[in-house]
């Protein structure tokens, strides 16, 4: 209503009165006419004021609708209004403090599902992908398109948006390198902060299949590698009683033959029980100080009888002044074994070896380099050999009573002492080895040790 309507409406009824007296000429003309001057003016300032109140108010309430702090340009001046102004004010503060929150929760939703260390994926209503999360963007980038367009996911957000409950998909992606994927999807009723209808969990399995797939295959190398001279032995024993009971040359070939077979079981639990401990202390790299020249020098000697029996030649080199390296001497021992070994087992017969320990080039430590002149390793072959039982010739290996255990070892070993094991090999040329062993930090002089 108008400024003018408003001081129509007060000034209406008296100043109808007055009329009413001047008509009847029960008032004097003069003073009548001066009461309705007066009345109609008082009825303007009326009027006036309250319209400005009004306008205030009203300017209050719109910022309230819109989210702004009520802080407001004047104060409403008429009895009441003021009243109405301080509870418009509070209403607006307790308003703004609401929406402040809310929208912090929002955030804060979006937030989580954005740092999540887990892969998320953000479906809207339609199904359609919202968002991914950092952890998803980094795990399956180029991959997600594929991801999303997999079977069995779909099949499963569509079971999980009609029967409001989560469910599961477990995928291959085939390219580009294999992965198993398994996702999680989770219907949010109600809705998340950015309205997504479903979260997406996805993680990658690959590592855990491959790690069941490995256990898998060890128990049942073992139980092959155990069988087949098990087998023999109980050959041998049945022989021993009935056919060769009566042979005694016989007899004393076929126990010599057990005697192998036995000791070369033993030497696969040797070799196994030695991995497991291994394994057990691989993330504590070892705290003693090694120096490998003598190390090497000791295992030398008692390598001879070895080499005789090939006829191989043992070209050794190991630097003088060799760094001390990190190392727990006895595991370093079976590493140099292990490859003095193989190079003089798969080694030219009558060649030569060359055993080699120098300080590396570049970086603080030690390597060994072992080179054979042997029939080598097709290249194929290279990335599997420090697999537990992985033989490139398996009858060979066997054959020279191997367990197929020890470069699995040398891995292990050169692991925990956070080195570098390098294989390289040309057929026809020849191996070579080469394991980096981090030199030991020495210690910092004390104070008072350094000569003033
Ligand atoms: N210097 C080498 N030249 C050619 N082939 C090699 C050489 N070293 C290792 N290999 C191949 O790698 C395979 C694995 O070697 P690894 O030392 O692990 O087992 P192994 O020698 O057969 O058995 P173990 O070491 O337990 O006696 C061997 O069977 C052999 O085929
Ligand atoms: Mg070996």
């Known amino acids: 209503m108008g400024m003018l309507g408003a001081g129509a409406v007060v000034a209406g009824v008296p100043v109808a009165a007055l009329l009413f007296l001047l008509a009847m000429r029960w008032a004097p003309v003069a003073p009548t006419l001066f009461a309705i001057g007066m009345t109609v003016l008082a009825a303007m300032l009326f009027a006036l004021r309250w319209s ?36 418009l004010e509070r209403l607006a503060r307790r ?18 599902v954005e740092r999540l260390p887990d892969p998320l994926i953000v479906l809207a209503a339609d199904r359609s992908v919202g968002r991914a999360n950092s952890a998803a963007r980094a795990a399956f980038g180029a991959d997600m398109p594929a991801v999303l367009r997999h079977p069995e996911l779909r099949a499963a957000i569509d079971r999980a948006f009609a029967s409001e409950t989560t469910e599961t998909a ?18 949010m009723d109600p809705p998340i902060a950015d309205g997504g209808r479903a979260v997406v969990v996805l993680s990658d399995r690959t590592r855990e299949r491959a ?30 009683r009935g056919p060769a009971a009566d042979d005694p040359p016989a007899q004393q070939r076929f126990l010599a033959i057990m005697g192998e077979q036995a000791a070369r079981m033993n030497r696969l639990i040797d070799d196994l029980l030695s ?31 070895r080499l005789r029996e090939r006829s191989v030649q043992l070209d050794v080199r190991i630097q003088g002044d060799l760094p001390a390296v990190v190392g727990d001497a006895d595991q370093l021992v079976q590493v140099l074994q292990n490859l003095l070994d193989n190079a003089v087992k798969y080694g030219r017969e009558g060649g030569t070896v060359r055993f080699e320990i120098a300080a590396a080039a570049g970086r603080a430590g030690a390597v060994i380099t072992v080179t054979d002149q042997g029939a080598g390793i097709p290249r194929e072959h290279l990335p ?19 367990t197929g255990l020890g470069l699995a070892i040398v891995k292990h070993i050169v692991n925990r002492h956070r080195g570098q094991l390098s294989i390289e ?18 210690q910092r002089p004390v104070a008072s040790d350094i000569p003033a």
């Open 52 to 87: 400005r109140d009004v306008q205030v108010l009203s300017g209050t309430i719109r910022r309230v609708g819109a989210d702004e702090s009520a802080s407001q340009p004047g104060q409403p001046v008429l009895p009441g209004m003021q009243r109405l102004a301080g509870d």
């Open 384 to 402: 599997r050999l420090t697999e537990r039982f992985y033989r490139v010739d398996t009858s060979r290996s066997r054959a020279a009573g191997g």
């Open 170 to 187: 477990d995928m291959t992606l085939p390219v580009p390198v294999p992965r198993e994927v398994h996702a999680a999807v989770v219907p």
């Open 95 to 112: 308003s703004a403090a609401r929406s402040a929150l809310i929208e912090q929760l929002r955030r804060a939703d979006g937030t989580v």
């Open 275 to 305: 991995l497991s401990r291994i394994e057990l202390v691989e993330h504590q790299p070892p705290s003693g100080s090694v120096d490998l020249g003598e190390l090497a020098t000791r295992l030398i000697a008692g390598f001879e009888p």
């Open 211 to 240: 790690v069941e797939r490995m256990r898998a295959d060890f128990v049942a190398n073992v139980s092959h590698e155990l069988r087949t001279p098990l087998a023999s032995l109980i050959g041998f024993i049945d022989t021993l």
């Open 425 to 442: 090999s040309e057929e026809g040329v020849g191996t070579t080895v080469r394991v980096w062993l981090p030199q030991t930090v020495a």
